[in-house]
């Protein structure tokens, strides 16, 4: 499979732990997105990444939230000090600004639903 | 600034029916409008998008869309609905800056209800 795989799908955790997610884009694509998305809402943008730069976080993204994608291929996304109100469908996107025909498409993952309890 | 507004939370049609499920946007630039769909437990798969070429676009699945610029719309149709069509349908606006990303503003999201 050449998609956008997440890693884990569902994670359950305990308010105050931390946790990390895992996203591996397409390969080759350049950008690499992440979004959250509550119940009944559509997603919401939250910080992307060329490359290795993160070059843009959305005021939705907390000081407890951090990024990295370190060699400019897969992402990780940690929350530490989690909070009920963390619990969320958490997606990724990958996409590559220079192709021709895709160049504004975001491809998705299936995303890593946290509970936090 | 840019928004999405899907005018229709749920929408509910008969097998072999028309789907019509509505979109209104609002941006400061010449937006790119797509539509997603999302499955149970699925990712976000592209139907459609509009990158201002042709008003009239195809996607996939049967799936058709109209920008139309003065009315600000960009609804999404299709002939005869499918049980499989059923599924959220979310309506997405991207507006380059210049300055940022072309991060995604989602709307809402309709629920596409099939009845047998």
């Known amino acids: 499979d050449t998609g956008v795989s997440q890693d884990p799908r569902h994670k359950i955790t305990k308010r105050g732990q931390n946790v990390t997610f895992r996203c591996d884009p397409i390969?080759?694509?350049?950008?690499l997105y992440w979004y959250r998305q509550t119940l009944g809402q559509g997603p919401e943008f939250l910080t992307y990444f060329q490359n290795e730069a993160q070059l843009e976080k959305s005021r939705l993204l907390s000081d407890r939230f951090s990024a990295e994608r370190p060699k400019g291929s897969f992402s990780t996304l940690e929350i530490q000090r989690t909070e009920q109100g963390d619990s969320a469908m958490y997606l990724c996107?990958?996409?590559?600004?220079?192709?021709?025909?895709?160049?504004?498409?975001?491809?998705f993952g299936a995303g890593t639903r946290l509970s936090v309890l | 600034a840019q928004s999405v507004t899907q005018l229709d939370s749920h929408v509910s049609v008969s097998e072999g029916t028309p789907v019509l499920l509505r979109c209104n946007y609002s941006s400061s630039y010449s937006p790119s409008l797509f539509w997603y769909v999302q499955h149970p437990n699925k990712g976000l798969q592209l139907l459609l998008k509009?990158?201002?070429?042709?008003?009239l676009v195809k996607g996939i699945n049967g799936f058709e869309a109209e920008f139309k610029k003065s009315e600000t719309s960009f609804h999404l149709t299709k002939p005869s609905a499918h049980m499989s069509d059923a599924a959220e349908y979310f309506c997405v606006v991207s507006t380059y800056s210049g300055g940022g990303a072309d991060g995604l503003t989602f709307g809402k999201g309709t629920h596409l209800i099939i009845q047998p």
């Open positions: 509009y990158t201002s070429a042709a008003t």
């Open positions: 390969s080759e694509h350049n950008r």
């Open positions: 996107a990958s996409s590559d600004p220079r192709a021709r025909e895709a160049k504004n498409i975001q491809y």
